[in-house]
């Protein structure tokens, strides 16, 4: 099975809205994505866990709160919003090499699609 | 920095028929990995083909084709015998192997058409 799933497909809010993203995967991977993607336009990465803690964070700024409680899941909590923020939200999950090194091809989620207004 | 680059910004095909899709690269590294991924309109996006550097063999998966010339940093896709749910924009990407490397290094797209 190599699904990533993600919750909610679409979502709508406000800028002083408090919302939260969710990904899930069950393919054993230790390693997940968290990606904006604007309209024809290739996803950008914004951060990385590695076996369930924050590796990477590419200068994403404070009102976007990744969250991985465990190995399957990952969480984006979003707070104070603004509309250049709408856009697809991709998760995605990859293996780790024996050496802990990530490897490979990243599995994405459907995405969920995000408008702020 | 590694990059990657996709010259064909669109292509249109007959259903049938043979296209192939330009990638070209940069990276400083001997070991990586490249790969084709297709997102079709409003869909998820899917791993169509992988390669790794070291392997002289070029990846095959069904009608889908690479050409991988190294020395050239050259990664073209081909599919043959198009089918309209080809229809997707389809990105080449780049990912290092070994030490902390994570990131995939997109190109900025080749959206397809397949015409009936």
């Known amino acids: 099975d190599t699904e990533v799933t993600q919750t909610p497909k679409h979502l709508v809010m406000g800028m002083t809205n408090k919302k939260s993203l969710k990904c899930e995967q069950h393919m054993g991977h230790r390693a997940m994505y968290w990606y904006k993607q604007k309209a024809k336009k290739p996803p950008e990465l914004m951060f990385v866990?590695?076996?369930?803690?924050?590796?990477i964070n590419e200068s994403v700024p404070s009102r976007f709160s990744p969250e991985c409680p465990n190995s399957s899941l990952l969480n984006l909590h979003l707070h104070a919003l603004q509309p250049e923020d709408s856009a697809l939200y991709l998760c995605?999950?990859?293996?780790?090499?024996?050496?802990?090194?990530?490897?490979?091809?990243?599995?994405f989620g459907p995405g969920t699609r995000l408008t702020v207004t | 920095a590694q990059t990657v680059t996709q010259s064909q910004p669109e292509m249109s095909v007959q259903e049938a028929e043979t296209v192939t899709l330009s990638c070209t690269y940069d990276t400083s590294e001997n070991n990586y990995y490249l790969f084709w991924y297709k997102q079709p309109p409003s869909r998820q996006m899917i791993l169509v083909i992988r390669q790794e550097a070291y392997k002289q063999q070029n990846a095959t998966e069904n009608r889908f084709s690479v050409n991988f010339q190294k020395a050239a940093k050259s990664f073209s896709l081909k599919i043959s015998d198009s089918q309209l749910g080809d229809t997707a924009m389809y990105f080449c990407?780049?990912?290092?192997?070994?030490?902390?490397?994570?990131?995939?290094?997109f190109g900025k797209g080749t959206l397809l058409t397949v015409n009936p």
């Open positions: 995605a999950s990859s293996q780790h090499g024996t050496s802990g090194v990530l490897r490979d091809e990243q599995y």
């Open positions: 990407a780049l990912k290092n192997s070994g030490g902390s490397n994570y990131k995939l290094t």
């Open positions: 866990y590695s076996y369930e803690k924050l590796s």
